[in-house]
């Protein structure tokens, strides 16, 4: 499994769009990046996932360079809820097979 | 479907207990897998098991935990005899089969708090 970087902790205002950003530089050919977001006292969920250019939903982007060795995950205008950990994982598409394995993700901190 | 249901929330013990944590994963889904997080060690991925069979329990820490599926809604994770050091919060997770094509996310229950005192 590749493994992936990531910063421990952030700080953000709230109203500004917050970037984060995961080095995988031994990332396979058939490797997707996917990030989960927990909140305290939750179990972890899905935000989104890529393999590569960029992805949007309706909760973030996801910015992937074109020799994959990072990428970025964009949070437009972050309210206090958008307070958690973040998760980025690097592996095969689909779940099961290939079971999820967790960094120490990024502590993103919202500040009024 | 009201997702991955875990019991109990909290849970309180004495060094020396059996401990046991129950999962109900959604309905329909493969896999389930089991997880164990710490302020210190992360998330760690204990078991997990496909169509109710173990598949990998590498992660299990020792002996005293044991795992079981006995059938496609119900999996209990056991710790005997429980120790401080098991005191985390367990998390269970469920998916689709890796086949199915809408098979990108795992979804978790809401945790155990487990306290071994």
């Given amino acids: ?112 | 479907d009201a997702g991955v249901i875990q019991s109990p929330r909290h849970e309180v013990t004495e060094m020396g207990q059996e401990v046991t944590l129950r999962c109900k994963p959604i309905s329909g889904h493969d896999y389930l897998f089991w997880y164990r997080q710490t302020m210190m060690r992360g998330l760690e991925l204990l078991i997990y098991f496909n169509n109710n069979v173990p598949i990998d329990d590498s992660g299990m820490p020792e002996d005293r935990f044991s795992a079981k599926m006995p059938n496609a809604s119900f999996s209990t994770l056991k710790i005997q005899p429980s120790e401080p050091r098991d005191s985390a919060v367990y998390f269970c997770a469920s998916s689709l089969s890796w086949q199915q094509p809408m098979n990108t996310e795992a979804f978790f229950g809401q945790g155990t708090r487990l306290t071994v005192v």
């Fill in chain 1, 1 to 112: 499994l590749a493994k992936t970087t990531q910063p421990i902790s952030m700080d953000s205002y709230e109203g500004q769009e917050v970037n984060i950003t995961c080095s995988h530089n031994n990332i396979a050919t058939n490797d997707y990046i996917t990030w989960y977001q927990q909140f305290p006292s939750q179990g972890p969920r899905f935000i989104i996932q890529g393999y590569k250019t960029k992805v949007t939903n309706e909760v973030a982007s996801l910015f992937i360079p074109a020799d994959r060795k990072s990428s970025t995950l964009s949070l437009p205008r972050v309210s206090l809820s958008d307070t958690a950990v973040y998760y980025c994982l690097v592996g095969a598409r689909e779940v099961g097979n290939t079971p999820l394995v967790f960094g120490k993700g990024t502590r993103l901190s919202v500040i009024a």
